[in-house]
């Protein structure tokens, strides 16, 4: 059974710091695309970053480009998220997602 599990979340002052942990399970990540995508009330879901299965290849929205870093640790069979200079905007509902499936997601909240 697929299952992706989400932590890391928290509250955190602006310009502080957060790591996201995507813990895989039923499943070897190391043969999948892992995304993050992230959520606030009324607007879509959006994509934040991802990570290849080949070679390890990223990509990150613009918004977070600089700031975040995602990794993997296949022995682990967990993504990383690393979020650097945070800012209000950030806040939101964050999902890891391998293609059909989504975890619950970790609430991310940037506040003074």
């Known amino acids: 059974q697929v299952q992706l599990v989400e932590s890391g979340g928290g509250l955190v002052q602006p310009g502080g710091s957060l790591r996201l942990s995507c813990a895989a399970s039923?499943?070897?990540?190391?043969?999948?695309?892992i995304g993050w995508f992230r959520q606030v009330p009324g607007k879509e879901r959006e994509g934040v970053s991802c990570i290849s299965s080949s070679d390890a290849s990223t990509y990150y929205a613009d918004s977070v480009k600089g700031r975040f870093t995602i990794s993997r640790d296949n022995a682990k069979n967990t993504v990383y998220l690393q979020m650097n200079s945070l800012k209000p905007e950030d806040t939101g509902v964050y999902y890891c997602?391998?293609?059909?499936?989504w975890g619950r997601g970790t609430q991310v909240t940037v506040s003074s």
């Open positions: 039923g499943f070897s990540l190391d043969y999948y695309n």
């Open positions: 997602k391998r293609f059909p499936y």
